[in-house]
């Protein structure tokens, strides 16, 4: 009996001094945790910092959408609310003044047969309003999807006071003198190529109407005025030859489904870019892309990812 005395007295003091230390040294110990949860938030910060050190470049982009009244809650809003929200300015072009979505009115007439119009209109208020607010502008359509990111890393390698026009190169008809950019995927101007086209192009009386006519074809016009006015279409595919602004949905080219007219007339590589390794790994511009493929794209591009440590492992020696 003396022995289990003995022991039960060993542990009940033990246990005492445990309590003891936790009444007394807790505080501390929550100190220890918040100083090491602090720590390893600043150096998340730091890391953070030192990444965006290391991008030596990062330019600010105006995002501006060709819409109309009766498209803004058909197809606009998905834009507003998904991939525009990456532009650091996203403008929306109308006929008419909608403040609550809102919108801007540009007080020019509506429907297709204007839409140069719209369009001379739109560069004209960007030009007045944001030019040393951003340094490129992009102009896109409410079917178009833009991975605003990996615009900025393309542009890395580019200078904004240098007048270049960027997107997916197009000859008019197949005519290599008639080059422009598509304007579904997003036709991209540098600050300086939006200033010539204003001040040199449209305020010049002898170009004018030579320059930017009412009608369709905006997107030609658009680049036809840049070009003129001394900016350079850039070629915009991958350093393998890859697209990276496609005028179609992404399963038209990985299945090989390119029109006639694209890959014998229009396009520059007479659409040989298709199959599997058609595109670039860091796509930019998309067009066709209605509402719904808009928010299955957002999702794939923003909220998922795949965890390569995990990647089937290949035996070399199975292989036959």
Same mark, same amino acid.
């Given at each position: 009996m003396s022995k289990l005395r003995i022991i039960l007295a060993v542990h009940f003091y033990v246990l005492l001094i445990c309590v003891i230390m936790v009444l007394f040294f807790k505080p501390n110990v929550y100190d220890v945790i918040q100083n090491r949860a602090t720590d390893i938030a600043e150096r998340a910060f730091a890391q953070k910092n030192q990444t965006h050190k290391q991008i030596s470049k990062h330019y600010k982009i105006l995002c501006w959408i060709m819409t109309s009244p009766t498209d803004l809650e058909k197809r606009t809003k998905h834009v507003r609310d998904t991939w525009a929200k990456h532009c650091d300015i996203d403008l929306y072009m109308s006929?008419?003044?909608?403040? /609550?979505?809102? /919108?801007? +009115?540009?007080? $020019? /007439?509506? +429907? *297709?047969a204007h839409i140069s119009m719209k369009s001379k209109a739109a560069w004209t208020f960007i030009y007045e309003n944001y030019l040393e607010k951003a340094d490129y502008f992009l102009k896109g359509d409410p079917d178009t999807f833009i991975v605003v990111e990996n615009l900025r890393r393309m542009l890395q390698n580019y200078n904004p006071n240098d007048a270049e026009i960027f997107g997916h190169m197009f000859y008019l008809g197949g005519g290599k003198h008639? $080059?422009?950019?598509? +304007? +579904?995927?997003?036709? $991209?101007?540098? *600050?300086?190529?939006?200033?010539?086209?204003?001040?040199?192009?449209? *305020?010049?009386?002898t170009w004018e109407k030579d320059c930017f006519p009412d009608g369709d074809s905006e997107d030609f016009k658009s680049c036809n005025c840049m070009i003129k006015a001394g900016a350079k279409p850039i070629n915009c595919t991958d350093e393998l030859g890859r697209e990276r602004f496609l005028v179609y949905p992404p399963h038209t080219y990985i299945q090989r489904l390119l029109g006639g007219w694209y890959t014998k007339a229009y396009n520059a590589d007479k659409g040989k870019n298709q199959g599997p390794n058609c595109c670039s790994e860091y796509p930019i511009g998309f067009h066709y892309i209605g509402p719904s493929i808009m928010y299955d794209m957002y999702y794939y591009f923003y909220k998922t990812k795949v965890d390569h440590k995990f990647d089937k492992i290949v035996d070399v020696h199975m292989q036959t």
């Open positions: 006929s008419q003044e909608n403040t /609550t979505f809102p /919108t801007v +009115g540009l007080n $020019v /007439t509506e +429907g *297709r008639n $080059v422009y950019m598509a +304007g +579904g995927p997003g036709i $991209v101007a540098s *600050r300086e190529s939006l200033k010539r086209m204003v001040e040199i192009a449209f *305020r010049n009386s």
